[in-house]
């Protein structure tokens, strides 16, 4: 009769797991776990009563166990999901437990401090935060002395019914449209009386689209991750603001701990990803760890084509470094709209962060300038890692019309001029006596300048500017090679004004068309051989 009794048994709690599968007999009790998101809703009476009524909630609980905290030795008061709890509490402060109970007998729980006092609540201070990501969205929290509870108005419906929270607590709102709302927040204790603020809160337009480049300092842009991997992305304030980036705004992505490997997350942008003539992704990244496989990709926001997948390996640690994705050798004719971004270093997320900023499209080389073979005993420097540089005052002067910018590429500084009409650079302080010298050298990149002009001037022999002994001359290039390096090797004779050569100050750039072109520049120097 016993083995009867535990067969009938077996079978019961093999179909009680297994349902009217015959095929599966078995369960994996490991599989079961602790009821989830236990929590609880609160209500104050305001007649000087005390009573408080709570409504638990949670994910995957049979039943909730509460201990209203003001008695000792107490024995638990049992209520099911959706049914409610009522006690009397007198003046003071305590603690409530709700302890949620699974099928298994598994349990999660979730405490929260009350305080029960009939006086009427002061010094009530309203917080609101809103969201860098998505200006749409607010935080509100409320403190205030002798204060059981907030009811949160956020002003943007009629009849609002209020959100309630305890103190310590935060609710979150996300308004539908731009513009100037009144949250109110009233503040009750167990008596009647309340106290009440306001505050105005400004919704700009959250819905701008994003575009390239990405900056992440506009707080009227959408900045809308959406994140894959159990990754978690969103826009914080540069807390390593040194080296190539010293901007307010950057991008976080954090892996927590047990996320998968390929955990990232992407941007979707407004318009279509133009490769036309730019294909070169640009993106500024801080990473704790060099070694890591920074990938980027380019998707369509309607299936999630993958139109194209570049890897860069970081090879600095906990500074920021600015990564090149090049997708010039890929064929893409397709219109893609995200920008997909994740760090890669084969293994499951483990909490690290990662911050990337200043995603953009460019078109520039991707490969250093040719090293120069000029001996240097046969040459005069001005900007070169082959020689030591003679003395520069400025590599761009105050009356120039251009944008300076100093670069690295593929390890190798090198200057850039972008929406160029004209450059002044100077050696004011020690001119440059080129007698010797026969040629003036430069290496230059472009992808738009259809011309480029090159200018020397010699301040003469009183070494200044005016004086009626300056010389110069300017030289045209016409049609210059495009996307990629070109070595310039002028005879100074070609320089047929610049009649002495033994003060030259001035090297003046400039380019047409005018006022849009962009050239990188490297190895300036004068040589005789």
């Known amino acids: 009769m016993k083995i009867l009794k535990l067969l009938v048994l077996l079978c019961i709690v093999s179909f009680t797991f297994n349902g009217c599968n015959e095929d599966d007999t078995s369960f994996d009790i490991e599989q079961i776990s602790a009821p989830t998101d236990i929590s609880a809703n609160f209500n104050i009476a305001q007649d000087d009563s005390g009573l408080v009524t709570i409504v638990p909630t949670g994910t995957a609980a049979a039943s909730f166990h509460i201990y209203f905290g003001d008695i000792e030795n107490e024995e638990p008061t049992v209520v099911s999901p959706g049914s409610s709890a009522t006690h009397i509490f007198s003046e003071g402060r305590f603690t409530v437990q709700v302890i949620g109970v699974g099928v298994t007998g598994l349990t999660s729980e979730f405490v929260q401090e009350v305080e029960i006092s009939f006086r009427t609540p002061e010094n009530l201070i309203i917080t609101i935060e ?18 059981t509870l907030f009811d949160v108005y956020f002003g ?10 305890m103190p310590g607590e935060t609710t979150e709102h996300t308004y539908a449209s731009p513009g100037d709302y009144t949250v109110r927040v009233v503040a009750k204790g167990g008596g009647t009386a309340t106290a009440e603020a306001t505050q105005m809160v400004t919704i700009s337009d959250a819905n701008n689209p994003v575009t390239l480049p990405i900056d992440f300092e506009s707080l009227a842009v959408n900045y809308g991750f959406v994140s894959f991997g159990d990754a978690v992305a969103q826009v914080v304030d540069n807390a390593n603001q040194s080296g190539i980036n010293t901007t307010g705004k950057v991008g976080q992505l954090v892996k927590p701990a047990g996320a998968q490997v390929w955990a990232g997350t992407f941007l979707q942008l407004e318009n279509p990803i133009d490769f ?5 992704f640009k993106v500024k990244v801080f990473s704790p760890k060099s070694g890591i496989i920074v990938k980027l990709k380019v998707e369509n926001a309607t299936d999630d084509t993958i139109g194209a997948e570049v890897d860069v390996v970081n090879s600095v640690a906990n500074d920021w470094e600015e990564l090149t994705f090049d997708f010039s050798s890929i064929d893409i004719s397709n219109e893609y709209q995200k920008v997909v971004i994740f760090f890669d270093f084969g293994v499951e997320g483990d909490d690290t962060e990662y911050l990337f900023d200043d995603i953009e499209l460019v078109n520039e ?37 251009a944008t300076f910018e100093e670069v690295t590429i593929a390890g ?25 010298m026969t040629h003036f050298h430069m290496n230059v990149w472009s992808a738009d300048a259809t011309e480029l002009r090159i200018k020397l001037v010699d301040f003469g022999a009183d070494g200044a500017f005016g004086g009626g ?3 110069e001359h300017e030289i045209t290039i016409s049609s210059p090679s495009q996307d990629e390096w070109i ?18 100050a001035q090297l003046i750039y400039s380019a047409s068309p005018s006022g849009t072109a962009t050239i990188f520049i490297d190895n300036i120097f004068f040589h005789n051989q």
């Not at 036309?276 to 070169?280: G, R, V």
């Not at 972008?418 to 080129?434: H, N, R």
């Not at 100074?492 to 009649?499: A, E």
């Open 469 to 471: 002994d300056d010389v």
């Open 487 to 504: 070595s310039l090797d002028i005879p100074l004779s070609d320089f047929t004004g610049l009649t002495t050569r033994a003060n030259i």
């Open 130 to 147: 809103q969201s860098i990501i998505n200006p749409a969205v607010i935080t509100v929290s409320a403190s205030a002395d002798f204060a």
């Open 276 to 280: 036309s003539t730019n294909k070169i």
């Open 156 to 165: 943007d419906v009629n009849d609002e019914s209020p959100v309630s929270i």
């Open 365 to 401: 080389p991707i490969i250093a300038a040719p090293t120069p073979t000029i001996p240097a005993s046969n040459a005069i420097s001005m900007f070169s890692d082959a020689y030591t540089d003679v003395t520069v005052d400025t590599w761009r002067t105050v009356w120039s019309d």
């Open 412 to 436: 190798n500084p090198v200057k850039k001029y972008s929406a160029l009409s004209f450059v002044g650079i100077e050696a004011t302080t020690s001119p440059i006596d080129a007698t010797s």
